[in-house]
């Protein structure tokens, strides 16, 4: 079992950055792939990044790809989210999301989620 935290989320302007990190407990972190999904109102929750359980292989949407980086700390079973340039159209909620069973992109996938934590970017 495995149980998800998100922090880091915030109000930013356009242009600005934010770091968002996800705390896992459970034995089974460090062997598990994670990911980051959002979702934004009246909108289907959107694949946003994922690692691999040793951090060697990621993934990124075409969205955010070259703004947002993915990355893993195992010893403190902590992942991370940095994003930069953010843009309005980033303003979501956040998810945290583990042990995908299938494609990563794939929200069906993943077997454990945390509550989510709230990123708004102003013009």
């Known amino acids: 079992q495995v149980q998800l935290v998100e922090s880091g989320g915030g109000l930013v302007q356009t242009g600005g950055s934010l770091r968002l990190g996800c705390a896992a407990s459970g034995r089974t972190f460090s062997s598990v792939a994670m990911g980051w999904f959002r979702q934004a109102p009246g909108k289907e929750r959107e694949f946003v990044a994922a690692i691999s359980w040793s951090g060697a292989s990621t993934y990124y949407g075409d969205s955010v790809k070259g703004r947002f980086t993915i990355s893993r700390d195992n010893a403190k079973n902590t992942v991370y989210l940095q994003m930069n340039s953010l843009k309005p159209e980033d303003t979501a909620v956040y998810y945290c999301?583990?042990?995908?069973?299938?494609?990563?992109?794939?929200?069906?996938?993943?077997?454990?989620w945390g509550q989510g934590t709230q990123v708004t970017v102003s013009s």
């Open positions: 999301a583990g042990d995908p069973g299938g494609s990563w992109r794939d929200t069906e996938a993943y077997r454990y």
